[in-house]
């Protein structure tokens, strides 16, 4: 059914057990399976310090490196993804640039004011991607 899918991470609880359902399907259908982290563009607000900006680059190589041990110990073939900007908009793109069949995301299950004034990535994805996509919740 699936021959690439597409995980989305950052690291949460949720962002893991997305991944989990991801490897499960991709060992159902012997998908590729595709792990993207965003590191998030500074905005006004945030600290655009360079360290800053590093350690979040280190973190999200951490976080590939550890999924990728799990990944090859199910026998799957894992095509990391690291890649910085607007998460939504990173995650829509690459998940058409590879041709997914499927993109996993997790979801906080904010609030509607939390999204209204915070945003949520997974909303933004299912709101611009026209890939076929699952949202794990907590």
């Known amino acids: 059914m699936f021959s690439k899918i597409l995980v989305a991470l950052d690291g ?3 962002s ?3 991944f989990t359902r991801a490897m499960e399907f991709a060992k159902e259908d012997s998908a590729e399976l595709h792990a993207v982290v965003v ?3 500074p905005h006004l607000w945030k600290d655009e310090s360079p360290a800053n900006q590093t350690k979040s680059e280190s973190d999200a190589k951490t976080l590939l490196d550890e999924i990728e041990v799990l990944a090859k110990e ?3 073939k894992f095509i990391p993804h690291l890649v910085s900007g607007h998460p939504g908009d990173r ?3 690459i998940a058409d ?6 993109i996993v995301i997790g979801s906080l299950g904010k609030s509607h004011l939390d999204r209204l004034l915070l945003g949520s990535v997974s ?3 299912t709101q611009y991607s026209k890939r076929n996509i ?3 919740r907590n």
């Open 12 to 14: 949460s609880e949720i």
């Open 97 to 102: 640039e590879i041709e997914s069949d499927l």
């Open 16 to 18: 893991r057990l997305a």
């Open 123 to 125: 909303s933004y994805v």
């Open 74 to 76: 199910a026998d799957l």
């Open 91 to 93: 995650i829509v793109t």
């Open 134 to 136: 699952i949202v794990i």
């Open 39 to 41: 590191v998030n563009t």
